[in-house]
């Protein structure tokens, strides 16, 4: 682990250094002078985290870089369901000891899961935790299917409903007095992929916050969120993928964030083809199958975990009851990319598009 930290940060340093002549040359900003930078690593949840930000100098930003990786770091291995780590006790340790023992566990983990149930209740159980094992079996299918095309097939219903019977989310206890977390059912396992990224995106970015750094747009595999706005006093513009990747136009819409977050899901993304059908990596609680309503959805909010769950949620809800959804909630808008490519939005998410799309 020690050896893959040092050449993740070398590999930052030569990025900011490649960087800062254009930043030199292009974005000084105000009195502080400020400058642009980028830094990306790639060995945190399995994707790309990126950062861009505004500092005086190399320095300065390389500090705060190290400062996320390191604490995104944290949250990588205690919300792992694959590797074990040498003293902690993370979601694999929990899964491991399903019916059997209760784990003592960070609270990081603890205020995750409560999050989770949160999202279990207000989205009906569109996002459920406790489907590991159903995701499971998706996972193992698709990889195989990925790995070889020509042999590629889909899960059987029956094994699928079998599995179904061990996802109920009442069924993860947890004990806040005694720190620990049980499931109760030994079949059950967690996936938190709907909540993870989103919820340690969060929580990174409001450790800055509390430190007064801002200027700062943190993106952890496309779970996006904005401290405060750019140094030049405008808001970050982030343009959100076309679901339709053969398309000339890379982005279907541009958006303005200042302090929000912005998260996409779409069949884009993780997918395999059986017998000339797309299935993704979203799978519907009700129909054991990707979601179909949908090829992508993006919602923007103040809070980064919660914009994680939702849009896993309404990709899996039809369109008048996400919308409900959305609606009902302060400080919600979303987007939906229908099967034929045409856009709904909510009511409220024309107030963040960017009139220089």
């Not at 195989?144 to 206890?173: Q, R, Y």
């Amino acid at each position: 682990m020690q050896n893959k930290k040092v050449l993740t940060f070398i590999i930052i340093a030569g990025t900011l250094a490649a960087l800062t002549m254009a930043a030199v040359n292009t974005a000084a900003i105000g009195a502080k002078k400020e400058q642009r930078f980028h830094a990306e690593f790639l060995n945190l949840f399995d994707t790309v985290t990126q950062i861009v930000g505004y500092s005086k100098n190399k320095e300065e930003f390389t500090q705060i870089a190290t400062d996320v990786h390191d604490e995104l770091e944290i949250y990588h291995q205690l919300y792992d369901i694959y590797n074990d780590y040498e003293g902690i006790a993370n979601i694999k340790t929990i899964n491991d000891n399903a019916g059997k023992n209760p784990v003592k566990v960070d609270q990081k983990i603890i205020d995750m899961l409560k999050l989770a149930g949160e999202a279990y209740e207000k989205t009906d159980g569109k996002v459920n935790a406790a489907m590991g094992s159903v995701l499971s079996i998706w996972h193992d299918y698709r990889t195989k299917g990925i790995e070889n095309p020509e042999t590629a097939e889909i899960p059987p219903m029956d094994k699928l409903k079998e599995t179904a019977l061990h996802t109920d989310f009442s069924k993860v206890l947890i004990d806040e007095e005694a720190s620990t977390v049980y499931l109760e059912d030994p079949d059950m396992r967690l996936d938190v992929g709907a909540i993870a990224k989103g919820y340690a995106t969060e929580q990174v970015a409001r450790s800055l916050e509390a430190r007064g750094i801002d200027h700062v747009l943190l993106s952890v595999g496309g779970n996006i969120r904005a401290i405060g706005i750019r140094a030049d006093g405008k808001p970050w513009k982030l343009d959100i993928q076309n679901p339709d990747l053969d398309s000339d136009k890379k982005a279907i819409d541009t958006l303005n964030l200042d302090g929000d977050s912005l998260v996409s899901s779409g069949d884009y993304e993780r997918y395999y083809i059986v017998d000339g059908l797309k299935y993704h990596h979203i799978i519907n609680p009700d129909t054991l199958m990707p979601a179909a309503y949908f090829r992508a959805v993006s919602v923007v909010c103040i809070d980064s975990g919660w914009a994680d769950a939702l849009s896993t949620a309404i990709f899996n809800l039809p369109y008048e009851k996400g919308l409900a959804l959305v609606e009902s909630m302060e400080g919600v808008e979303a987007m939906w990319v229908l099967p034929d490519n045409s856009i709904k939005t909510s009511s409220g998410y024309e107030a963040y598009r960017s009139n220089d799309r």
